[in-house]
């Protein structure tokens, strides 16, 4: 499976700044995702990063507050923009891989946690 | 759509004994998969089950599709096994779905 590598690790941020999340894969895919994990919950998918177009986000999520960029197959980044003490989370880029009947076999990145002061 | 349970939401286990942790799901999956989180974050991907048994070392699953659900058992328990597992399903090329994660203790 895919090795990805995801930074910041962690970090503190204040209110009112952006923070950008790198996610690097080792090979290339087509699809890449970006989760959020709020403490002490499940996984919430915030969008697909395309190669070559725009995200696809889910319901809930939008481009202003969660930009995202697909230069190449192997990188995609995150931003979490003018950021509240409700955006801190992990944040978790995947990638997957081809199961049964097409289905993605996701691979995690190690997280980013975020703390918003 | 898919809705997914797992169960028991907390378990506490002393080193050394066995667990099973379940995972129910409303519907027919293609894609079923058990993923442990340690406490730093990080997310393991298990298992990658929709169907069947599997074995890796002390872990091992299985899938009934029929009857729609999973289990994931865990023999003599380490305190590195503690943490979150999280089963995940979804049905063709829809986005996998998360279960709310059953949180599991071992004590030394």
């Known amino acids: 499976s895919a090795v990805i590598s995801q930074k910041p690790s962690r970090d503190i941020c204040q209110r009112g700044t952006s923070l950008t999340i790198q996610c690097q894969v080792d090979s290339q895919v087509t699809m890449m995702f970006w989760y959020r994990q709020q403490p002490g919950q499940s996984l919430t998918l915030i969008a697909t990063a395309n190669q070559g177009s725009e995200a696809t986000y889910e319901s809930g999520f939008v481009i202003d507050k969660f930009p995202i960029s697909r230069p190449n197959l192997t990188f995609s980044t995150l931003t979490v923009s003018n950021m509240s003490p409700e955006d801190s989370s992990i944040y978790l880029c995947?990638?997957?891989?081809?199961?049964?009947?097409?289905?993605?076999?996701?691979?995690f990145g190690a997280g980013s946690r975020l703390t918003v002061l | 759509g898919i809705q997914v349970e797992q169960s028991p939401p907390d378990l506490i286990l002393q080193e050394g004994a066995n667990s099973t942790l379940r995972c129910n799901f409303s519907d027919s999956v293609n894609n079923l998969q058990w993923f442990h989180q340690n406490p730093w974050g990080q997310l393991i991907n298990l298992f990658y089950?929709?169907?069947g048994t599997k074995q890796n070392g002390r872990l091992s699953a299985t899938t009934v599709a029929t009857e729609r659900y999973s289990l994931l058992y865990i023999s003599s328990s380490q305190t590195t096994d503690s943490g979150v597992y999280f089963c995940a399903v979804a049905s063709g090329s829809e986005k996998l779905v998360f279960g709310k994660g059953t949180k599991l203790t071992v004590n030394p």
């Open positions: 089950i929709p169907s």
């Open positions: 995947s990638v997957g891989g081809v199961g049964f009947r097409g289905a993605n076999v996701l691979t």
